[in-house]
């Protein structure tokens, strides 16, 4: 159902009546941190506790959107690992098509963000010197075999993490722990204006009070009911 920011905050303000304060204090604490300027993208990624510790990280570290791209593997959560993380972010998934890299990139970029890809491209700039001054994807592939051709030729650009050891990488969820704690404590203290909008801020809260409430919909319906009857006027 489509409302106007007015009715979503009514609707809100009377969900909340059924939850905790402690639930409530808490909403506010971390709704606060969150952020979109940095989002994270899992192409392919068949190993669900790898998808679900990306997921787990995203969520502590205030990231609120994750976009996976299912093309042979379809997305799982391993609930032992995420431990309910995925219920607070926003979680976009592109699998209507044999490859569907090409619809994420293109969400993404017409979106406003710059595309880079995690590899160890002869080009490709370290953490510290990646630009994070517009809105940022950084996209992650499979353990043994990375991102795809079509992943890496048409990224706006590559990023990799230096190492020194004998092992040529990291573990994907690790990578991405890694990638995410370094650029968002880089946005929040350099990029002004990274918090969300609060339009945004409502659509997210909304969707936290009802992943909280048993039977939420049923709650929903009587409030609307009760919102279509027409008041009963005072004139005589």
């Not at 969520?59 to 042979?72: A, F, M, R, S, Y």
């Not at 995925?86 to 592109?94: A, Q």
Request: hydrophobic letters at 35%; charged letters at 25%; a neutral charge.
């Amino acid at each position: 159902m489509i409302m106007d920011t007015h009715k979503k905050l009514q609707l809100i303000q009377y969900l909340e009546t059924f939850l905790t304060e402690s639930r409530k204090s808490r909403f506010d604490e971390v709704i606060r941190h969150r952020m979109r300027h940095l989002t994270v993208v899992l192409e392919n990624v068949y190993q669900s506790h790898n998808t679900s510790a990306v997921l787990r990280s995203a969520d502590c570290l205030g990231i609120q959107d994750v976009h996976i791209i299912e093309n042979n593997n379809n997305y799982q959560i391993n609930p032992d690992v995420a431990l309910g993380a995925s219920k607070w972010l926003s979680i976009h998934r592109y699998n209507g098509e044999k490859n569907n890299t090409p619809s994420a990139y293109k969400w993404l970029k017409n979106n406003g963000y710059a595309v880079f890809a995690t590899t160890p491209h002869t080009q490709s700039c370290t953490l510290e010197d990646l630009p994070v001054n517009r809105p940022l994807a950084l996209v992650f592939g499979t353990e043994k075999q990375g991102l795809t051709d079509w992943a890496i030729e048409n990224a706006d650009g590559w990023v990799r993490i230096p190492m020194v050891g004998f092992t040529e990488s990291f573990n994907i969820s690790v990578s991405a722990a890694l990638c995410m704690h370094y650029l968002a404590d880089k946005i929040r203290k350099n990029i002004p204006g990274w918090e969300i909008r609060p339009k945004e801020l409502l659509d997210i809260r909304l969707e936290w009070i009802r992943n909280s409430i048993d039977r939420c919909e049923l709650l929903e319906e009587r409030f609307f009911e009760k919102n279509a009857k027409p008041q009963p006027s005072l004139l005589k």
